[in-house]
């Protein structure tokens, strides 16, 4: 090559004719191919013949969009969203084409499907690209809910090939009820990771159903806190909000804080495509010969596992206001949000009830000024005053989980009555809902509300001290207080073992064996009853009586696994098992026959499964009720570190430390670092400040010797750079 680059040099010199030039910046006034060569326009010509391919950038290559981490994307909206949550937000199509929220979508959807988290590294190239192109299709509107035969992205774990399909495969696939499709729930995902923050930033703190960082457990604690001194309660049944509202209503709702057209219509068409639901014809159906033993489900590699039968059976103790999850249309996940979205203007107008409905009065005992919570502290410890006069505080209260309300009034029942009918009123004119007064009860608190599965009640607390006569009998009984109770209810128990098949019979329950689990081992059953048995004790946390009713549950398990244990193993009694198994059923019960060496022999080897005794069979084994007091105005972890960290990125704050800093005459450590390092650059030594104070005096006269000693010394200057550093070291 390099000689070939010399011979073709070499004819342009002789004749350079034979390259015509009709550049002007090249060939000028003079010629550079005469006999005195110009070696810079030669070098410029030879260089022009090695042509330079730059790559440029594919706007279409998925790996180029993705500039930033999906979860740092996230983190910016929520930030934005609780800075100004007041504000009106247009903008939503900018975050829709970032394809970095489409990425983080696929991993979650794929960790819901497959099981187990895919890295982004391990997305393939052509899985991107699939993605690319659905995100393409949503920006162009070319993209169709419930999709059955197209799809412009599937998931990693469907294998077949619906072109090769037969007639009646692609029949069904269309007439019968299928499992949402993959680019649906893909899209969904991005949706709500882009709605999510920006009605959480300003949904009502009495909500707390479907929403993240609170549950079941902080409505309880709510409760605990704040309806302490309240007369009359009013429970509400909207659960048919959940079941689905007419469109125009929820698009309203959405429109009052979102201005997008492309996400409005985008949520517009998942609640007007219509949902297959229609299932197969008898006649279609082909005779399956009934097995005499049913096959097992032999699971594929990338299947999820099915949720345990501890899992399951928890599950069945879900109540009643737990029950119901929306499902609107093709919304799927998003119908939580949407559900919450239309309830917020309920919540808001409770809000303005609230604050109209308080009425302090100087002669009461608690709740006398609007901050009269702070004051008292933990109100669930008040005096009670069981009248409610016309001279009595007037306040209420109310929380909302999922479509069921609950309202604590104290005052009058006129004034609760009042309510109830307002109420009634406005979810006619709002959500176009019949409501009655029995769907809205108004109960005293001395009969008990049910709320959660657990009561609330009324304790009065009465003095230590009590004066007796010779016989025993109290002679004054007075009562210093009230207490609000909330209880586990144990009807509700009972109801849902009986549900469960775990126990027959109301008053006298006797459990039933647990036959699901015959063909486990001892250990593998011992072992899920006691995470049922965990999760029970987790449940039952806040309730006054969780001692007794966990301790019940796990009596009720107890005898059913003792009862499955004698069946199983063929013994004749509850007692034989407890006799051979001990309480907890720790021991094995059973052994083969020709088993010479014992079993704690064999579980000394490792040759044996060991068994873990069932939990909680005591009551005293149970813990205690949690009663950790809880702020009146308690936030989630996510949404106080979101209010620091925007607190701590204010400049106002910045300056306001600064200033403190500065009037109380201290340095902070980044000055601090700073001048050391500033000394450290200036003198080329680092010397603790410490001996620097200390060797002052005595560096001080050295300096002055030397220099009265000699002007001329070359170390004159070191020193004098010396001092100077031990001033400002001083400083």
């Known amino acids: 090559m390099n000689r070939g680059l010399t011979i073709f040099s070499h004819k342009i010199l002789r004749n350079p004719s034979i390259i015509p030039i009709k550049s002007t910046l090249l060939y000028s006034q003079v010629n550079p191919f005469t006999r005195r060569v110009n070696g810079f326009a030669l070098f410029r010509l030879l260089s022009s013949f090695t042509p330079v391919h730059r790559r440029v950038p594919d706007p279409d290559d998925p790996a180029n969009l993705m500039k930033e981490d999906g ?350 009918k307002q109420f009634i009123e406005f979810c006619d004119q709002k959500y176009m809902i019949k409501l009655d007064n029995e769907s809205l009860p108004i109960e005293h608190i001395t009969k008990g509300i049910m709320f959660l599965d657990h009561v609330l009640c009324r304790r009065v607390v009465y003095p230590t001290l009590r004066y007796t006569a010779t016989g025993g009998k109290i002679i004054s009984e007075k009562g210093v207080g009230t207490l609000l109770s909330v209880t586990a209810s144990l009807k509700q128990c009972i109801r849902q073992f009986r549900k469960l098949n775990f126990l027959k019979g109301d008053r006298d329950p006797d459990p039933q064996p647990c036959f699901r689990m015959f063909h486990a081992t001892q250990a593998h059953t011992n072992a899920q009853m006691n995470k049922l048995l965990s999760t029970m004790v987790e449940w039952y946390r806040y309730a006054d009586n969780r001692k007794k009713v966990v301790n019940f549950c796990s009596y009720i398990i107890r005898g059913s696994l003792a009862k499955l244990y004698a069946a199983k193993y063929k013994l004749r009694s509850r007692a034989k098992v407890y006799k051979i198994g001990a309480r907890n059923l720790s021991r094995p019960l059973k052994e083969r026959k020709g088993q010479s060496p014992d079993y704690q022999y064999l579980l000394r080897m490792g040759l044996a499964e060991s068994i873990n005794g069932l939990q909680y069979t005591r009551m005293s084994l149970v813990p205690e009720t949690d009663y950790t007091p809880f702020p009146s105005n308690w936030r989630p972890d996510h949404e106080k570190a979101l209010a620091e960290y925007i607190r701590l990125d204010d400049p106002k704050t910045l300056d306001e430390r600064r200033s403190c800093i500065g009037e109380q005459g201290l340095v902070s450590p980044q000055d601090y670092i700073s001048m050391l390092v500033w000394n450290y650059k200036r003198n080329a030594i680092v010397m603790d400040q410490l001996s620097l104070l200390k060797s002052a005096g005595s560096n001080t006269a050295g300096g002055h010797q030397l220099l009265l000693s000699s002007n001329h010394d070359p170390h004159d200057k070191e020193d004098e750079e010396a001092e100077e550093g031990l001033h400002a070291s001083q400083l």
């Open 71 to 420: 979860v740092s994307v996230c983190s910016q909206m929520w930030l934005e969203n609780f800075r100004e949550p007041d504000r009106i937000v247009t903008n939503l199509t900018s975050y829709l084409r970032r394809f970095e929220l489409w990425v983080l979508a696929y991993q979650k959807v794929c960790a819901d499907e497959m099981g187990a988290y895919m890295p982004r590294s391990s997305i393939t190239r052509s899985a991107l690209e699939d993605l690319l192109a659905l995100r393409n299709a949503v920006l162009d509107n070319r993209f169709k809910w419930g999709a059955r035969l197209e799809f412009f992205i599937k998931s990693p774990k469907d294998k077949t090939d619906y072109e090769s399909l037969s007639k009646r495969k692609i029949k069904a696939i269309l007439t019968t009820t299928q499992p949402a499709p993959f680019q649906d729930k893909l899209v969904q995902e991005v949706v709500l990771m882009i709605l999510e923050p920006i009605y959480e930033s300003r949904f009502s703190q009495k909500s707390f159903a479907f929403r993240p960082g609170r549950n079941a457990h902080t409505v309880l604690r709510v409760i605990r806190r704040s309806f302490a001194g309240y007369l009359w309660y009013m429970k509400g049944d909207l659960s048919a909000i959940l079941d689905g509202l007419k469109v125009g209503l929820v698009i309203s709702a959405l429109m009052r804080d979102v201005r997008d057209k492309k996400v409005i219509d985008l949520i517009r068409s998942a609640l007007v495509t219509p949902v297959i639901t229609s299932p197969v014809d008898d006649g279609e159906k082909k005779k399956k010969k009934k097995r005499k033993y049913q096959k097992k489900k032999v699971l594929a590699e990338d299947e999820p596992k099915p949720d345990p039968y501890w899992l399951e059976t928890f599950f069945g103790f879900a109540p009643e206001e737990a029950e119901k999850l929306p499902s609107w249309g093709h919304c799927g996940i998003l119908s939580p949000l949407l559900a919450n979205i239309c309830l917020d203007e309920l919540d808001r107008w409770m809000e303005a009830k609230i604050k109209e409905f308080y009425r302090p009065s100087k002669s009461d005992v608690i709740w006398n000024s609007p901050e009269g919570e702070a004051e008292q502290g933990n109100t669930s410890w008040p005096e009670f005053v069981p009248t409610s006069g016309p001279d009595k505080t007037r306040k209420m209260d109310y929380v909302r989980y999922g479509g069921h309300i609950l309202i604590g009034i104290r005052g009058p029942r006129a004034d609760a009555a009042t309510l109830r």
